[in-house]
């Protein structure tokens, strides 16, 4: 089986750019969720989609966006891109929950975004 | 605010003996937590969980302990191998209530523990 899949592996941009990071889920799997892991820091939540639906963000600025399509694949958009957005992007996707039963979130290799 | 606090950046173990790496947090409200594994390069791969309703969970060589009136869990690698060499980071969810409320299942990670363990 498949796991998470992201493209690129690595994206250079100049400051004031967009970047468009990609992420296809475990086949059967309906939520996606983003995180952004900067240079000695922990995994910082960004979005969570589930059913084509934003359902909840992080605590970073609206020029960090995306999507969840169809087939429920992935973008992170981020516009006018900041020295500070430099880090690994991780995404990562989960079955649907019933009830509320947790399962685990598994991890894209990641996409590490570097603004000059 | 750190709700989920590794506060050891690193932990060096000579193999064959025992790892444990501590994790503490703040918020009562979880009520399941876990622990992932990262090697270089490579995404976070799941490791083991607990749910707040257990006490201990363990998996092989991997055992982790929660202490609910402490706000703490700590996980046991035994024996430890050159191949556990990696940053370990744990996670916490809050019991979400609804289904699809916000923050249903949303992780909030740990900064993480780099695990060196010396053959």
């Known amino acids: 089986e498949a796991g998470v899949t992201q493209s690129p592996t690595h994206l250079i941009k100049t400051r004031g750019q967009q970047a468009t990071l990609r992420c296809s889920p475990i086949?059967?799997?309906?939520?996606v969720y983003w995180y952004q892991q900067a240079l000695g820091l922990g995994l910082q939540f960004l979005l969570w989609?589930?059913?084509?639906?934003?359902?909840n963000r992080g605590n970073f600025p609206p020029r960090f966006s995306g999507r969840q399509f169809p087939n429920y694949s992935s973008e992170l958009n981020v516009n006018a891109l900041e020295l500070e957005d430099s880090a690994l992007y991780l995404c990562a996707s989960s079955p649907a929950g019933i009830g509320g039963v947790s399962y685990e979130q598994y991890f894209g290799p990641g996409t590490r975004l570097t603004v000059t | 605010d750190q709700q989920v606090k590794q506060n050891s950046p690193s932990l060096s173990v000579q193999e064959g003996r025992i790892s444990i790496l501590n994790c503490d947090y703040t918020n009562s409200m979880f009520d399941y937590f876990l622990w992932y594994k990262k090697y270089p390069a490579e995404g976070p791969t799941f490791l083991i969980s607990i749910s707040s309703i257990k006490d201990k969970n363990e998996d092989g060589r991997f055992t982790v302990f929660l202490n609910k009136s402490a706000k703490h869990l700590s996980l046991h690698i035994v024996p430890s191998q050159p191949g556990d060499s990696a940053v370990y980071f744990c996670a916490a969810r809050t019991f979400p209530g609804r289904l699809f409320s916000g923050s249903a299942r949303q992780l909030t990670f740990g900064s993480g523990t780099q695990l060196t363990v010396l053959p």
């Open positions: 086949s059967g799997h309906t939520s």
């Open positions: 989609y589930d059913e084509g639906e934003e359902r």
